[in-house]
């Protein structure tokens, strides 16, 4: 019997909803549970990889050492990554903070903003939160690409359910991904 493929999911800077397309596939997910099954993903219980797997889908840019840590983890586990929705691409709406361009201090600006000098916050300590659990916010929000190797772009915000399904149709055959016009979106 043909050995099903594996596939990790994982969504660092993102908002969960490029994994909600995932779900839009609709029927398509018994096609693909056919044909794959799911490792380390929001969409299992398993914390770690259990072995390697054929595909990496990354949603989300990173913002913090974790997601850095979790991209290169992903990139040493799986044979192809493939960065899914706008954030993963190019660091989507979160890279906003990126163009805090007025302040010489851009993250500490951000980080009193949503701590400390916001009217709607309230925190009589002042204190940005520092436990070394926490991880560390980069400096910048950085894509995907600028953090490892990244094999396929699939872009939208989110990308349609219609796309995922055929790019991993495609991936898991080992056909072409489609580059159909109709199919990418890029809000
Ligand atoms: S690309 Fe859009 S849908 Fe996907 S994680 Fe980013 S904000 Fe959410």
Known sequence: ????????????AGCFGCHMSLL??????LEL?????????PLTDFKTFSRRCDIG????????????HTLQEFRKHCDVLVAVG?????GGLPVMRNAIMHSEDP?????EEAYSSSAKVYNPSNQI??????????DK??????????????????????????????????EPAPQEYHMIKYD
Not at 1 to 12: D, E, G
Not at 57 to 68: H, M, Q, S
Not at 107 to 111: A, F, N, P, S, Y
Not at 146 to 152: G, H, N, R
Request: net charge negative.
């Open 141 to 174: 929000v950085y894509t995907c690409a600028e953090v490892v190797k990244i094999d396929y772009q699939i872009p939208g915000c989110p990308p349609t359910g219609e796309v995922l399904w055929a790019t991993l149709a495609a991936l898991i055959k080992g």
């Open 24 to 29: 839009d596939m609709d029927e398509h997910i």
């Open 129 to 138: 939160p520092n436990d070394a659990a926490l991880p560390l916010l980069l």
């Open 33 to 41: 549970m056919e044909l794959a099954e799911f490792d380390r993903s």
């Open 86 to 90: 706008q954030c993963a691409i190019m």
């Open 107 to 111: 993250l500490r600006e951000c980080l």
């Open 57 to 68: 889908v990354i949603e989300g840019g990173c913002c913090n050492e974790e997601n850095v």
């Open 1 to 12: 019997m043909k050995r099903k493929k594996r596939i990790a999911t994982v969504s660092l």
